[in-house]
T-cell receptor
Framework: KNQVEQSPQSLIILEGKNCTLQ??????????LRWYKQDTGRGPVSLTI?????NTKSNGRYTATLDADTKQSSLHITASQLSDSASYIC????????????FGGGTRLMVKP | EAQVTQNPRYLITVTGKKLTVTCSQN?????MSWYRQDPGLGLRQIYY???????DKGDVPEGYKVSRKEKRNFPLILESPSPNQTSLYFC????????????FGPGTRLTVT
């Protein structure tokens, strides 16, 4: 069964600190992996998309890594800001008609001043 | 501005009263889909459409209908809503094929009493 597991479920950090969120998946056949940021009550917004051949991808203070061998990904946030408080969702696309997406349950991050 | 719009944003209704949630995108995307998001379960796909007049079931289609008569619109229909359909609903769209950015609407919070 295709699954995406994220850890931790929730995280509290102080403003200015770094943090790393984890994503493990069993989706097959793999097409690509995406990280989304979702503010409370709003639609998810894409941060990065990585294909099988990409190990690292950055978007400002967000850096995603992918290890396709171990089927793990991480999202590293550098110098956190209060506006980083949100849920971060790992999504893996698998090769099927329509390139279906499997969503992780998300990590809820709270950045405190 | 490129966007996905949904209406209404909030809706409270009673069991059995048919309702429609509209979704429209202005990016000429072929692929559109509907998701529901519930606490602890993440985002789950209800239906998707790969093009006009082409729709298919996602992971949780029971109790829902969709139609795709025009490229820009993808309404979600609940013929006889029940309390277990109380949820936060998101419409999304993207270009066809792997690796394309998926854009989400702002969400519709539905309560069925």
């Amino acid at each position: 069964k295709n699954q995406v597991e994220q850890s931790p479920q929730s995280l509290i950090i102080l403003e200015g600190k770094n943090c790393t969120l984890q994503c493990n998946y069993t989706v097959s056949p793999f097409s690509n992996l995406r990280w989304y940021k979702q503010d409370t009550g709003r639609g998810p917004v894409s941060l990065t998309i990585m294909t099988f051949s990409e190990n690292t991808k950055s978007n400002g203070r967000y850096t995603a890594t992918l290890d396709a061998d171990t089927k793990q990904s991480s999202l590293h946030i550098t110098a956190s800001q209060l506006s980083d408080s949100a849920s971060y969702i790992c999504v893996v696309s698998y090769k099927r008609a329509g390139n279906m997406l499997t969503f992780g349950g998300g990590t809820r991050l709270m950045v405190k001043p | 501005e490129a966007q996905v719009t949904q209406n209404p944003r909030y809706l409270i209704t009673v069991t059995g009263k048919k309702l429609t949630v509209t979704c429209s995108q202005n990016m000429n995307h072929e692929y559109m889909s509907w998701y529901r998001q519930d606490p602890g379960l993440g985002l789950r796909q209800i239906y998707y459409s790969m093009n006009v007049e082409v729709t298919d079931k996602g992971d949780v289609p029971e109790g829902y209908k969709v139609s795709r008569k025009e490229k820009r619109n993808f309404p979600l229909i609940l013929e006889s809503p029940s309390p277990n359909q109380t949820s936060l609903y998101f419409c999304a769209s993207r270009e066809q094929g792997a690796g394309h950015e998926q854009y989400f609407g702002p969400g519709t919070r539905l309560t069925v009493t």
